[in-house]
Structures are given as C-alpha cells and as structure tokens.
C-alpha cells in the first residue's frame, strides 16, 4: 500500500486563532450555523483531507466568551450533521473519558459510525481544563493520574461494548423469525474499578468495527494511553527532531502492548496562516494578533495549562515568571511548553502570553504555499509525523488557500492521497479493521 502523508482538519469557530472572528470575511461575528460548518468540510473533502476534527471541553471559562466566538456545539451532534453532505471525509469528535458514561459514549460513535457508513472517529481525552468538574456536581477534577487511570478502563469498557455484537450476529431470517443470534451476543457484565456495565447496544457492530480511536495527551500517562489502544495520536511537537522521538516512543509503547507499531498515525497540530507572498502572510498573522486582546492573552496562558484563573490575579506580568504557578498545570503537556518558551527566551509572564495564539508548543507555520508544502514534505519524509493536525487559524479563508494551493503541490510530490478510495476511515488511514475479542477468542479456540 502506498504511504501518504495524512491530514486531519481541527475545525475551531472561525479559526484557531482566538481574534480570528473579529477578521471574518463575512461580516457576520455571531455564533457560526451549520452553513458554516457545511462549507468547511465540502472544502476539506475537496481537498481529499482524511478527516475533520471537532475539539470539545465539557465546561467553558467564561472569560473566554467575553473575547472569543463560542462554537461549542456537541462535536458528535454537529459531525451527524455533516454526514448527508459529506461522502468521504473522516468524521472526529473529542469526547472526555473524565464526563461521560462509557455505554452512552459507545452508542453515540457506533451510531456516527453507522450514519456515515464507516468514517466516525473518537478522540479520547481526560479533560485537563478544570472548570469542567462544576458541571458535574457529583465529582471534583479527578488529579492527572487518576484522569488516566479511569481513562484506561474507559477505553477497555466501550471496547467490550462495541464488541457486544458479533460482526454477523444479524441473521434477520423473516423464515425463522431470528432476527439476531444470541450465540453471536455478548452483553460485556463488566464490573471494574470506575464501571460496572452489564448491556449490548441495541444496533450492530459498526462498519469499521470500533470508530478510529484517537487520544490526545502527551504526558507520560498519554503515552501510555495512546499506545494501548489509540490508532491516531494528536501532539503539539515543534521540530522533526521531537517529532520523530515523539512518535517512536508511542511506536514502542504500543509493541510492549503487543500491537503493530504501523498501526498508529501520528498527526501533530500545525498551525498556519497562508499569502501568495511572505508579506501578504506576515500582515495576515500581524492582523490578528494586532486583533487580539492582551487581556484575554494574560488569562488564557493559566487557563492552557489548567491552572486556576484565582492564581492570575497576583502575577506581576512584567516581573519574573512564576514559573512555580505552572506546578499545579492539570494539563501537563501545555504547562510544560509555555514554562519552556519563558525559560528558553528568558520572557517575562506577558511576553510568553502573546506567543500562546497557536498550540502550546505545538508548530505554526506563516508564509506561502510553496514554503508549508515544503515544510509538510520534510516532516513527512523524515518520519518527524505521519501527517498533520491542521489548524487554520481563519476559516475559511486559510483552509481554502490550502485547499486550492497546497494540496495540489502536496498531490504532485506524491505526499498526499489525489482521491479518496471509496471505504472507511480506518481505509483511508491504512489501518487494519479490528476484530471483534469474541471472534478472535472462538478462531482461536
Ligand atoms: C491537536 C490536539 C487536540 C486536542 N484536543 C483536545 C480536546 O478536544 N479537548 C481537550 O480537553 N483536550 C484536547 N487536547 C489536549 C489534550 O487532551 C491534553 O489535555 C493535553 O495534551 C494534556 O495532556 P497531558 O496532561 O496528558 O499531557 C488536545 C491536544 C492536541 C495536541
């Protein structure tokens, strides 16, 4: 099979970066509708992108809605929206392991999975942001390892529920009036640590058997996580150096699972603003951060790293960084690389907080097709990724350019894919279908 470099779209709003609403080309700043949402996944269709991607919080810092368009749609409602316009493309939907019920969540991508003939994916997340935890009244923010640690059962619990069903368990003879073969049935009775789940889902196995797993934490927990079970792994990495280290420790960790280490695409988040010349790029990126709200920086450098916003109110931003704020980060991987920049660049709390409009340590590019081309070609060939979490920082307008300028740059160097092939997402991706434990355990016996 032909390896191609795969590239998944993070679709934030109006774009990743945080004024990106206030240069919408259309004039209308409100809350994006599914008009929006409709003409952004045509265009990453047209671009033979392998998938679109929703992020999600289950809470949001209200500081944020008072300088950001707020887009937090349930990801899985609003991907189910796009199925009947959409043919091809890979459908992501974050959902939190820490907020959720593992047979709901199961039904819920079992049910995408079906709707979109086999192009649903899940990307599994602990939720770092702490604010999460009010709208749940029953828990407070578990600590990190705990995070994962249910995480982990989580995982294994939709597993059996997906696995509840035999791939041909339907029979649906109108002769023998069976519909399903109970033989073929295997209610998962899980009784764990965090769950305990008895039931099968009322439909059956989806196309692609699970929905393509993706998780996202690159802590040494998300490590482990990721190579365990997940099939695409999302990372904020800034030099094909780390890349490559980044992905042959998660390639090592899923063989001490005993899992093919080809059985995992990593795909980076890069961020970018695109001109038809360096200049005319450079004043697009120039425009937005001199769009952005200093404020809004200075509160949500904590907010990244999990740390609460109480904290914000005594740093001094122009005196030293308080680098010991960053101890208490719930989420370790953006703590981590906002105290790298500041400890790198020897910046102040307000210097750090005007670099964190594109991923936390993530890799952002600002320039011309030609040059991210380029770019995506060097990753690619030098194993730093197995492809790219794109991040448009003004939609539509960046994915276009993309689409209509750096695709075909990417299509004719043989680095990405010039159609689609009919299938799965898991097909699309080159990954292998899994079978179902119960299939696998009677072949064997
Ligand atoms: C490309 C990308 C997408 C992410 N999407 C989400 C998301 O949708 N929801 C979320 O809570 N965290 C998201 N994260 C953050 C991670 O889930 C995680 O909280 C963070 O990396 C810290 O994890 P760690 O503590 O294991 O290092 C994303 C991270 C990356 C790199």
Redesign the pocket.
Known sequence: MTRYAHLNL?VAGYGYHEASWKLAANGSQGAPGLSHFIEIARTAERGVLDSM?????PGVATFRTRFMAQAGYD?IDLLAALVPVTEHIGLL??A?TTYSAPWDLARRFATLDHLSNGRAGW???????PT?AANFADRAHPE?RD??ARAREFVEVVLEVWDGWEDDAVVASPTTGQWADHHKLHPPQHQGEHFSVAGILAIPRSPQGYPVLA?????????D?AGRFADVV???QSTIAAGAAFRQRVRSVAESYGRSADDIRL???LSFVLGSTEAEATAGWDALQAASSEEFQLFNLTHLA?VPQSLVADVDPDGPFPYSLFDS????????AVTKVARDGGLTFRQVARQFST????LHFTGTPEGLADLIGAWWHQRGADGF?L?PLRLPLDLTLFVDHVVPLLQARGITKRRYGGGTLRDELGLPRPTNAHTRVGAAR
Do not use: C, M, W
């Open positions: 993070f991607f929703f992020a999600d919080s990801p939907a974050t939190s990307n599994i997340v602990t939720t770092g942001n999460a990190h995070r994962y998780q996202a934490g690159s802590s040494h927990e998300g490590v996580l999302f990372t904020p795909l980076p988040g999990g980060a719930t989420s370790q991987t953006f703590g981590a991923l936390p340590g993530g979490t991040q």
